[in-house]
């Protein structure tokens, strides 16, 4: 096997971009080319138009952990009991949701104005569970996303089914207005395509340091050459590390993901040929699934704490956990059947919130999107241009008051930390997976 994302497989290829080679001078340098990346470059472009912007990616752009998520649009996150209508964590919730409702909204002005074609569905998607106790609290669920402007409906036994085609979900909050779904690695494949012919992009070149020149300006070298800068803006999420920012509070999450063939015409009816769907675990280590508009079902269902990427043979170890969590909901699936096995990286804090920040003259940068990158990450692209570039508005001084990730202790105590707390959670979530 080896270690292919699905929806970058399924995707057209952009033109290949050639990497740097020597010593260049910017007025923006982006690291990054992904989600969070391109919009900020965008947003550059649109508000300095005769600015030289630079964006460098250390692989091919818009095929790292960008195009590699599950392609959920994230406006309404389920609430946790302490963010219950009436609790004192409803208030937070209520202006996370407004930060997640204006990031939805980011994503559609997007794809309206680029006119991307990455099977948008604006159609909310399911919080669902095969045990029913791990759903609870249900009508102060409904009325709490009901108060932040959200659709929600309780649905259960033959109703779930009947929307899903697969018995294993006991019970389900599906959540709408401003909830969507789309394939990740077009809507970004859309993003790079669709930059101005005034930005220039450079692949396969990785940031290894930044220096300040003074002067107000900033060197970023790499194998091959140099950029100078007098602004860069660093948004890599989950390796921001490597730009020399270790004390974002922030840490990366390993997760693998499978892809099957399409369904069959008679597979597609015997569940009822049912509209495209995803679901999402109430469980932070249940699996996330989706249908697609082309039959096929995603799973996620491993998330880790790792410092070193999979190997070929723990990912076919993971592969064998994606089967066993496929055949629970449409048990005809085999082995075979799967078409896609990849890994992808997350940006989480300990807090649920980013890092969002000012780092010193010159440098800024964001990281944290906390599973939600493709809502967040093209708003956090979109602030952070605007607050390196002086703007100001309600909207970004209320991510930035958010914007506190939490502490973390050092290693090795947040490694030994961060490993029992997984295992703790994959226990609770042992029924969703």
Known sequence: MK????WIALADNSPVRARLNGAEKADWLVIGGGITGLSAAHTLA????QARIVVVDRQSAAQGASARNSGFVVAHEHPADNELLGHAGFADYETDTAIGQAASNEVRERIMRHDIDCEFRDDGYFFAVNDPDKLSHV??????LSAVGAQAQFLQGAALQH???TSHYQAAIWCGNGNALLQPAKYVKGLLDALPASITLYEHTAISSLEHLGQGRV????????IEAGQVLVCLNAFIPRAGIEHSGTFAMELSASLTRPMTDAEFSAI????PWGVLSTRP?????????DRRVMIRNTAEYRAHDLSLADLQHRQRHHLRGLQRRFPWFSADDIQFTWTGHL????SGQPYFAKVEEGIFAVAGCNGSGVARGTLWGRLLAEFASGASSPLLSSVMARAQPGWLPPKPLLDIGAMLRMRVEALRARTEI
């Open 163 to 165: 929307k899903l085609g």
């Open 347 to 350: 940006s989480a804090s300990r």
């Open 219 to 226: 060197r970023a070298n790499c194998a091959g050459g140099s």
């Open 46 to 49: 649109h508000m300095h138009p």
């Open 272 to 275: 009822g040929n049912v509209e």
């Open 285 to 293: 280590l249940g699996a996330t699934v989706r249908l697609t508009p």
């Open 3 to 6: 270690n292919q994302c699905g």
């Open 139 to 144: 009508e102060a669920k409904l009325a709490t």
